[in-house]
Each structure stands twice: as structure tokens, then as C-alpha cells.
């Protein structure tokens, strides 16, 4: 078998029972392994209504077809469920070293049910896993829970496991709770963390040594060479201020198509972070919970939490398992005036979603604030961007007199005051006082206060949205309505679909520009719909073989998908039919949501995300998204009925998923 072990692993809490799998090599040609995998274990052994924070839900942790194989930047692993924040399809993302553990215990993935009667967590070698006592560790902190899990089954001389693990957030069974590794990385959205908290799993150990085939190793090295070549010529610049990316306030007016091979300059000098100034000048980023301008967060402001002010603190780059792009760092914040308690010498650098959602949105100008809630919220296992959603709610909901200070148990919960949206954030992580009522997210904070809250609850589908602001992108606009795991800005765009140049292989993906252009977008339209598809698809292809999405924006130039794909297993498929591979997982994801009663417009994005009513004021202003239409056009290309968004039978057909998903795929075996 190359690229791909053929088996996984499923481990049932209540019991104590798990099973070995065999998976028919003829599925993995169909849907890959990854979030392809997970969705189709998920779809068939997740019962319809099922709790998602009950033992019947399934919590899964996938590795990809690429990962181990030689090829380069396919560090992903996948956390998938049924999420308690959407009530659907739930899949978290996640960099680290973690990935290539799963396949070197001989599995492609793990599928866990249940719950335990007490605290615990997996240890898994070659030999089998092992359900063990975590007692203990129940109460520390993902990262002290991480080095407590590595050190009790590590053995002197030989290569230490890897772990995952969740913090109190996952304990307190939180909707924004994620899985961490890495003292930090974090499988962030859809509360997933909160599952694995819920059947009472502190972490998983894995110590398996056990290799995977390639059926070309020589081509794929040469490739693989080739491109981390290329990577590394891009992001070995010399370090420039950060404010150098205000000339993106001169880009709308430019006509680009260039890949996206320039976009590894900017992350590889200043990381995610160094979006922040482009986002702030284009009115790319949100601001004050989706309802304010540039005239709210000026430019003066932005530069005092911008990607200088990171770097300031970088001690050295940060790169993920098989990476040579190196977006991340390491901190030292043991100097910024909040970090007194404890240990800040090695913090990762905040990723833009962190840094922007907890300054510019909540119209915080104070860097060491960001830090502070950057390092607490990967320690503590919870999702900074529905955190932060959270924090701007209760924020509107205060000044707008819905809730006043002794709601707050004395707080001044007002835009920018730092040290109140330090103490708010605590009170989600410990559930404690009206902290309680938010730690789920916007959507159940709004149903436990009342109908009148729900025009400051922003979100698709019961999911926060990212800082990317779907007004002036209306490709993003209709993919966080559309995809199954609503309010994901890592599905494509107009920016990232410029980017990815995949009209160059795949026949049927349209030309795109990456900045400016005359594309016509912000109308309904076949071509820009194809667009949306070709970004959706190739995104749930990158996330079966273990792909990194910023890789992925590099272009196919770069980043060779379907090479690698093809040189790993010796099979020989086309670009069209990979993508179709794609086009196959995102309808699979798509019909878990449906079997579990959700209505497709269900997820359709707030108002403010779509300019309803438009902003008076800034560079969105006048700007409505017509997203209705667009939803609808955008369902006809996925073959899916343009009114209710349900997949029609012969796109079913066309797919094979009536087999897949019904058919018998797997036999179980001893190990």
C-alpha cells in the first residue's frame, strides 16, 4: 500500500473495547484519507440526532495521504466529530509535529466513542492502544498536560511520542474549545475540544514507529526538493518594517495575476501576522464586531499591535513537521506588563486571527493584551476567534444597556479597555458568572438571553467567522454560507482563488485575478460560482492528502498536489479527476449535515457579514452582498437544487456516493 496505511482504529470509552479496520484500497482512491476518511466514518457510524457532547458522538483524529511519504509542508492533522457549536459536520485543522504520529502507529486514523467513567487518555504503540489514568492531569493546562503526557511514556534513548491534548476550556466542555499540541498549536474550531472533554479524554500519547511505502521515493525527493527550493528562495528576504504593507491601500487599483509564491515573503519574514496591515488598509479585516470602519481603528492604531511589534519578541522561527516555510515563532513576552504569572519564554507568535480579533475588532490598541490572551488561550485549549466574538457580544450588549456592570460582576466591559476583556475572557474559560452564558459562542449566548441579542451575535450557522471581512469578497461571502463548516475563511476566496492558479491544470476552473481585475465578482454568475467550487474542492483535497493551506495559496506551481499524489501511490490521475476526488468529500461533509436535520440556509451569513444594512462610512461602505442569489447560483454548480440546497440524485450518482457511503468498505481484523 502506498501512501496510506489501509487500516484505523476505533476505541469505544464505555468499554474499554477497540478494533482494527481494514479500509478497502479502492475507498482511498475514491475520498483519500484525512477529512475524507473522517467524514465518511463519521456519516456512517454517527447516528442521526445524536448529543454531540454525548458518548454516542464520534471524535476522530486523522492523519493525511501524503503525510510520512517524503513530500514537503504535509504536516496537517485533523480532529472531526459532530460539532456542538454548528450541530453538523465539525473538522479542526491543526500544524505541529503530532501528524506523522497517527501513521507510524500503523493507522490512518483513530475513532473514539463513548465516554470514561473518570478522567483519561490513549497511549497507542505498535503493540495496540492502552486506556490510562489521567487523574492527574485533569486541571493543568494543554501545555503542562502535553510535557506530563511526553515525559511519563517516554524511554531514555529512544525518539520521545508525540501528544495531543485539551486544557480546562475542553474540561468545561466548551463549544470553543479545541485540541492542542506543541505547546500551543491548536485545533481550534467548532468545539471539538469540548467532545474529547465530554467522554472525559485529557489527551492521546502516540509511540509507534512503523513506516510508510512510496512508490516513487526517488521522484518524490526530487520533487519535493524542487519545491522547498523555491519556498526557501522566497522566504529568505531581508526583514523589512512591516509597514511596508501599507502600499496594499494602492493594490485595488491594480490588475495582478502572479501566483501566490509571493505571499511565502510575507509569511516568511512576519508569519500570518503580517496580513494584519494589508487587511487593516483594504477593509479586509473586521472591526468592532463587524459594524465598524478604518474610522474606528485607524491606521495609528493598527501600527501599534501590527507584525513589528511580534517580531520584536521572535526568538526564533517556528516550523511545523516536514515545513521549510517556517510561518510560526517563538516568543518571549516574559517582559509585557501582563505575563507575571507564569512562564512566558517560549509563547508561539500570535497568528493574524488571534492577533487582529483580539485588537482591531474590540478596538484594542494594546499589544501586550494581545500577547497575554494569545499565550492563555492556547494553554487553556479555546478558539481566539469565537473567544474574541464572544468578548465583542458582551461588549454591544453592555454599552448598548442590555447588560450592565453587576452583570459583569463589576467589569466596564467597553470597546478597548484591555484589562476588562482580559478578566471577561477568564470568566468564558472557567464558565464562571455570566462568563457561563458566552462559553459556547455567540449563537447559544443569544438564545439563553433572548431574540433581541441576536443582531450582535455574528456568525454562519451557530460558527464565529474569521478576520476576513466578506463584503468586499463576495466568493468568501457565499463559502461561509455554503460550506459545511460555516464561517471558515480556509476554503477559498477571491484573493486565495488569484493565488492558487489552478486554471493552469484543472480544465474547467476559470482564469482568475489576485488583485483588482474586472471579474464582475460581487454579481451572480456561472463563472464566478465555478470559481467558489474549484477553491472548495481543491481545499477538500488538500485537507485528505494533509496539506498546509498556506502552502496551498502558493500555487500549483509550487505546491504539486496532484504530482506528489500520483508519485506516493502509482496511481495516474488527472488534475480533473483529483478535484473530483475533492468534489467528493465536500458532498460527503454536506450529507452529514443534512442526515442530521440541518437546513442549508441555515448557515447563511449574519447580516453585517454580507453588508445588510451597508456601512455609512469606510472602504466598505455602500458595499451589499448578494448572497442569496449567489448561494443559489453557486448550489446549481455543486449540482445541488438552487432553492434548498439539497444534492440532486444524479450528482449523487455521478459522485458514487450512494455505494461509498452505503457499501461495504472495511473488515475487521486482529492488528
Sequence with gaps: MKGYVGKILTIDLTSGESKYISIKDELYEQILSGAG???????????????????????????????????????????VGKSP?????????????FAPGIKACGVDAIFISGKAEKPCYIYLDNKGPQIKDASHLWGLDASEAEDKLIEENSVAGKKKPVACSIGPAGENQSWMAGVCNDHGRIAARQGLGGVMGAKNLKGLVLNGTKQVTCEDPHGMKLLSQKCANRIKIATMPPILPSGILHVAKLLPELELS???????VIMGTWGTSGASSFAAATGEAPIKNWGGSQKDFPMLKCNKVDASKLLAYQKERYFCYSCVYGCGGTLDISDTK?????????????????????TGFLLCDDADMMFWVNEYLNRMGMDSISAGHSVAMAIELYENGYLNKDDFDGLEMTWGNAKSIMEFTKMMVERRGIGDVFADGVKKAAERLGPHTEKYAV?????EPAMHDSRPDPQLAVLYSADPTPGRHTTGGSLYYGCMHLWKKVSWAPPGTLIGGKSHQEEP?????????????????????GGCYFAMILGVGTYPIFEWLNIATGWDKTPDEYMDIGKRIWNIRHLFNIKHGLDPWYSRAHPRMVGEPP?????NKGTTVKIDEMMKQTWEVFGWD???????????EELGLVSILEGAQEEFIDG
Design 37 to 79: 476518511l473522517g467524514a465518511w466514518w463519521c456519516y456512517r457510524n454517527i447516528p442521526a440526532g445524536t448529543d454531540p457532547m454525548g458518548p454516542e458522538n464520534i471524535l476522530g483524529i486523522t492523519s493525511g495521504m501524503l503525510t510520512n511519504t517524503g513530500s514537503c509542508v504535509m504536516g496537517r492533522w485533523m480532529v
Design 258 to 264: 502572479p501566483d501566490g509564491i509571493f505571499t511565502a
Design 459 to 463: 456568525h454562519a450557522g451557530g460558527m
Design 642 to 652: 438552487r432553492e434548498t440546497g439539497i444534492p440532486k440524485q444524479e450528482t449523487l
Design 85 to 97: 457549536s454548528t450541530g453538523g459536520w465539525g473538522e479542526a485543522n491543526c500544524g505541529g509535529t
Design 615 to 619: 456601512l455609512k462610512v469606510g472602504k
Design 525 to 545: 454568475s456561472e463563472n464566478e460560482s465555478l470559481k467558489t467550487a474549484a477553491a472548495a474542492y481543491y481545499k477538500r483535497l488538500i485537507d485528505g492528502v
Design 338 to 358: 501582563y505575563s507575571h504569572d507564569g512562564n512566558y519564554s517560549h509563547s508561539h507568535k500570535p497568528e493574524y486571527e488571534s492577533q487582529w480579533v483580539y
